[in-house]
C-alpha cells in the first residue's frame, strides 16, 4: 500500500513539474481572457456563452493535459526501459498500475480545481455586463460539470493505462487513446441513428450488431458532458448522477484491473 | 533583409488574391445537423456559439437593405440557426435572433415561426418566446385566436408581463389591429435590455403610432364625408389631419383600396436610420 502511495506522490510531482502542462495552463489563461472578448459577439444569452466556452476550455486543456502527459508518464517507464528500476523494487506490477493511475488522477483533480476557479471570473463577468431576465443559470450545475469533466478524464487516464501496459510504444498507445476519446464521444449519437429506424434506411446486420458491440464495450463519455446543461443552468437529478457515477466506478476499475493483469503477465526483454 | 524584403513585397498580392477566395467562403458551409452532431464531439456547445456568430456576422456584415439579400441568403441563415439549435436547444440567442430578422420586412414568419415553436419546447421557462409566436401569428399571419392563445401559454411561464391575459382578452374580442400591435411592441420594448434593440422597438412604435393617427384620420373621414378618403391628401384637405405624419423608416404614407394604411417603406428602413428620423429623442423616452 506504501508502495502504490509513494509511486502516485512521483507521478503527481513529475506530472506538475511537467513543461507541457505549464503550457496548457497558459493556453487555458488566454483562452479565459479571450471569452470575456467573445462574449461581446453576441446579444442576450451572455452568461450561457462565457460559461460554454470557459467549459469547453477545460475539457479541452483537460484532455492534451491527460492525453500527452498522461501517456508520457506511463509508457515513458516502458518506452525508455527506465521500469526495469521499478519491477526490481518490492512492489507488484499490479501494485505499479495502480499507483501510476492513482497519480494521474490526483494531477487531474488538482488541474480541473485550479482552471475551474479561474474559469468563473470570466462568467462572473459576462453576468455583470448584461442583465438577461430569461437566463437561469446556476453555479450548482456548473460546478457539477465540471467534477463530471474530471471524472471523464480519470476513465480516459484509465484508458492510457491499459494500453500502456499492452503497448511497448508510447506514441501507440497515444493514438489507441484518441481513437478510444473520439468513439467513447460518438458511439451514443451513432446507436441514436441506428435507434431512429429512418424511413428508406436499411441498415445490415452486421453495421447494426458492430455498432451495438461498440456501443457497449467502449466507454460512453457523453454520458459525461453536461456542458449544454451547465451553460444552460439545467438541473441534473441526482438518479443521473448517482448511476453515471457508478457506471464510471465500474468502468474505470474494470480497464485499470484489465491493465494490471496484462501488466502481471507481461514479458520485458 | 531581403527575404523580410521579398516577404514585404509578397504579402499585399497575396491578401488581395485571397480576396475572392473569402468572399465564396464568407457564408461558410453548413453540414446536417446529425453530422455536426457526430463531428462536435464533446463540444457541441461551442460549436453552437461559433455557427450563431457566424449568422449574426454575416447578418451584421451585409447592412440590411431591400434588395441586397437574396432569398439564398435566408434560406443560409434559417438552416444555420437550425443546426445551431439542433446542437444546444437551449440557447438563447438564435431563436431572438431568428424572430427579428425572418419576421419584419423578411416575410419568412413561417421560418421564424419554426424556430420559436422549438424554443418554446426547450427553454420551458422563457415567457418571451410564446410571446414572440403569438404577435407573429396575430399580427403576421391575421390569426388572432392564435395569437391570443400563444398568449395565454406566455402569461403561464415565470416573469411574463401582468397585462398578457388583458391582451390576450383584448385579441379574442377582436379589437383594433394597430392598437394591439401597440401594445405587443410596447411589452416588447419594456422587457428588451440591449439599448440598441430597444431603440429598434422604439421607432417601430413611433411609426405604429403614426399609422393609428392616420387611420383615425380615416374613421373621421368616413364618419364625416359617408366614403373612403380619395388618397392620403384628402384627409389633410378636408382638415382632419393637419400634415401627413413622416414615415420614421424613410417610406411615405399612402391608402390603400380598401382605406387601410400603408407605406412604401413596408416598415423596414429604406436606408440607415438614426433615432433623430424618428424624434424619440425629443419626448425623452
Redesign the interface.
Known sequence: MNGIISLASITYKEGIRNRALFGIFIMALLAFALTVILTSLFMRDIVRVAASLSLTTIAFSGLLMVIFIGTNLVAKDIDKRTIYMVISRPISRAEYIVGKFLGLCLLIIVSIMFLGIVSSIPVLIAGQTYHNPQSIFSWGIYFTALVFIALKLMLIAGVIIFWSSITSTSFISLILTISVYIIGSTNEVVKGFLDMKMEGVTISPLTSAIIKFVYYIFPNLSAFDLKVQAANGLSVSVGYIAWTLAYWLIYTAIIVSAGALVMERREFP | MILMAGYALVFPSFEKSRYPVKEAQARGLILPP?VV??LA??????T??FL??RA??YYGGKSFRPGVWTKSDYVWLYNNLLVTTEL?P????PY??GNAIFTWGAGAINDADVLLEKGMIA?T??W?LPFFLGFNKFYFLHDTKGGADDLLIAAKRP?AWVGLPMLAARLYSNAGRTENAIDFLEIFSR?E??AK?KVNYEIRLDALRRILDIEKAVSRYKLKMKKLPKDIHALVKSGILAEIPKDPYGGQFYLDKDGSVKTTSKLVPLRPITTNDSGINAGNR
Open positions: 446529425p452532431k457526430l464531439l464533446e463540444f457541441k456547445t461551442i453552437a456559439d450563431f456568430a449574426s456576422q444546444d437551449y440557447f438563447q440567442d431572438y435572433f427553454r421557462w422563457d418571451q416573469g422587457n435590455n440591449n434593440i
